[in-house]
Nanobody
Framework: EQLVESGGGLVQAGGSLSLSCAASGRSFREYGMAWFRQAPGKERELVAEEIGGNGGSAHYADSVKGRFTISRDNAKNTANLQMNSLRPDDTAVYYC?????????????WGQGTQVTVSS
């Protein structure tokens, strides 16, 4: 499964961005999707992940709850991250990831990342 992110960029604080992750495989609907981010000098952290086996539920990092929303479109083989009310501390490289075992926290496939920069 190859993952390619898009949609990153520069935005002012309070603004919105929508990230997209295009998957190339034919088994996209079987994978649990997630978004991670890594800021300079910090460890990679989980931002949002699908749970429940069908993408109908999601877990979010406390720092993004109520502002970010993960979703998927199985017809287009894409996973999305809608980011609203962005803050400067949201600045990071954002990665999408896919796991074949919905019960596992181990991710099998990763995208190359897309930069999100939020100016104050």
């Amino acid at each position: 499964e190859q993952l390619v992110e898009s949609g990153g960029g520069l935005v002012q604080a309070g603004g919105s961005l929508s990230l997209s992750c295009a998957a190339s495989g034919r088994s996209f609907r079987e994978y649990g999707m997630a978004w991670f981010r890594q800021a300079p000098g910090k460890e990679r952290e989980l931002v949002a992940e699908e749970i429940g086996g069908n993408g109908g539920s999601a877990h979010y990092a406390d720092s993004v709850k109520g502002r970010f929303t993960i979703s998927r479109d199985n017809a287009k083989n894409t996973a999305n991250l809608q980011m609203n009310s962005l803050r400067p501390d949201d600045t990071a490289v954002y990665y999408c990831a896919a796991r074949s075992d919905w019960r596992s926290s181990r991710y099998d496939y990763w995208g190359q990342g897309t930069q999100v920069t939020v100016s104050s």
